[in-house]
């Protein structure tokens, strides 16, 4: 059984293990300590939660929860609710992403730009599962305007939405896709060395 003695002294390479022997009451009490404001509470259940759904659709029942949770005035609860749903996006049997994508992809114009990141990285794990999706998310990635954020995060920004365009160029060939990484090629956010790993991506390697 779980107990916030055992969370708090949890390793985070014993995370993995742990959440294989998660039972349904222990899942319950994870999802409930997501609302914990001690920071090491709340992110241990947030890593036990996501190894779990990893491995295992037994977290997914508890989608409203993430969902509401994308709606929060806290940013922390915002970045819980996308990891979350974009975990479970892979027991989605129910076809829930359809009506939770646009509240999704909102976060992509939060205020916090860690926030956004975290939104941007998270579809990497929705993608393989929801490709009939993929569309609508690369064009709401190609709308984001970069320089809307602050010059010291523009390039981390734009790094992680050429990372999952390329995933998607992946799965589906874009021409639209394609324009947009040759323009972000050709502008001065991203470093040599960025542009090198863009234009590798580009390549196939």
Known sequence: MVTI?????????QTEEAAK????????????????KDDKIRYAALLLLQSRSAGFGDVYPYWD???????????YQRSIGLMLIAENARWDTENRMEDTLDVFLEILNDEKPITVRQCIQALHR???????????IADALISIEITKNRPSMQKSI????????????????????????????????????????IEKMMAGQ
């Open 21 to 36: 022997t998660l039972t349904p009451e222990d899942i319950s009490f994870l999802v409930n300590l997501l609302n914990e």
């Open 126 to 136: 929705i993608i393989p599962y929801k490709k009939h999706l993929t569309e609508k």
């Open 5 to 13: 003695e055992k969370l708090v002294f949890l390793e985070k390479q």
């Open 65 to 75: 929860v993430f969902l509401q949770k994308l709606n929060s005035d806290n940013s």
């Open 158 to 197: 734009l790094t992680d939405i050429l990372s999952v365009l390329g995933a998607i160029r992946k799965q589906q060939p874009s021409g639209k896709i394609d324009a947009n990484i040759f323009q972000a090629l050709s502008a001065d956010i991203l470093d040599r060395k960025a542009k090198k790993e």
